[in-house]
């Protein structure tokens, strides 16, 4: 009986000394969760949102930065800036390297390109456009083989977007007025929608050599301008004056033509060796401004269409 007792005194004399488990600490029941691993960057799925303007005009540190990135499907690119942890998309382009149709010099030896770059610098609205590059690689210079031409779309109602549809083979981009061109995914030639282009023109004489024939039919305004070798914006190019051209055609069949001194910025800043060919004009109301006063169009259609909001909040 003793010895029973002896052990039981040991049982709850051990049990006294190795009390209760102690409950964790608040510093670490409430320790933050470990950081997530970032995600591995989308360049088709970040093309493909539709995005209003970020800002009215581009922050100048933003102005030129940009660096390109591959996509998985070819001779489609991506342009992209990092303000800050994260990546920014600010434009796509694809090539068309050789087709039946636009480019039938790119299928007997390489080289020969005709590229489409949507752009929009900063993801603001204030330079949004299209630029195509006809490199017709004849010469071997740069001047004389490149033949530029840029549209610019207005309203500007969103930024360029950019679709994939697989099962059909075709590339959909959204305009800035949110209206749509198609392209063939594998060619990158036009099939239609909003833009309607020519063949690339391959004449040896770069003086007769014609500019990309892109052109806009959908139901808004386009600018474009063009130039061989040279900034398209230019008012005047190895002392020739050049023009831009204003098209509405779901209202006007013929097209209007100003200077693009009305457009952009042609005088260099101090320090500068060339116009920077920043645009002149803030909003689209201003742009349709300039419009009416040089063509003596009536836009009253278009300002209803505007965009109220400036940019995003």
Request: with cysteine.
């Amino acid at each position: 009986m003793v010895r029973f007792l002896l052990i039981a005194a040991g049982i709850v004399l051990l049990a006294a000394c190795s009390g209760t488990p102690e409950k964790p600490s608040d510093a670490v029941s409430k320790a933050p969760p470990a950081p997530l691993k970032p995600q591995r960057f989308d360049s088709l799925a970040e093309l493909a949102e539709v995005s209003l303007p970020e800002r009215a005009q581009i922050r100048e540190p933003f102005r030129y930065e940009r660096s390109i990135g591959m996509t998985p499907i070819n001779d489609v690119r991506y342009f992209f800036y990092e303000p800050g942890v994260e990546r920014e998309v600010v434009g796509f382009s694809f090539r068309n390297t050789g087709s039946p149709k636009i480019n039938p010099a790119g299928i007997k030896r390489p080289g020969p390109r005709r590229e489409y770059s949507f752009m929009f610098s900063d993801r603001a609205r204030e330079n949004i456009y299209l630029a195509i590059n006809d490199d017709v690689k004849l010469s071997g210079r740069f001047s004389h083989d490149n033949m530029f031409r840029e549209l610019h779309f207005f309203p500007r109602k969103q930024l360029p977007a950019m679709k994939v549809d697989h099962a059909n083979g075709t590339i959909l981009v959204t305009l800035p007025t949110g209206e749509t061109a198609q392209f063939d995914q594998d060619t990158k030639e036009l099939t239609g929608g909003a833009l309607i282009e020519a063949p690339i023109d391959f004449n040896r004489s770069r003086h007769q050599r014609r500019n990309p024939e892109v052109r806009y039919k959908g139901d808004y305004l386009a600018i474009t301008v063009a130039q061989r070798g040279e900034a398209p914006r230019r008012a005047k190019v190895w002392g020739q004056t050049k023009y831009a051209e204003v098209h509405y055609p779901s209202r006007y069949k013929k097209t209007c033509r100003i200077s693009p001194k009305h457009l952009w910025d042609q005088r260099p800043k101090p320090g500068d060796d060339d116009p920077t060919l920043n645009m002149l004009h803030r909003s689209d109301a201003e742009i349709f401004a300039v419009v009416e006063r040089q063509c003596g169009w009536n836009l009253a259609a278009l300002k209803d269409s505007a965009p109220r909001v400036a940019e995003v909040e």
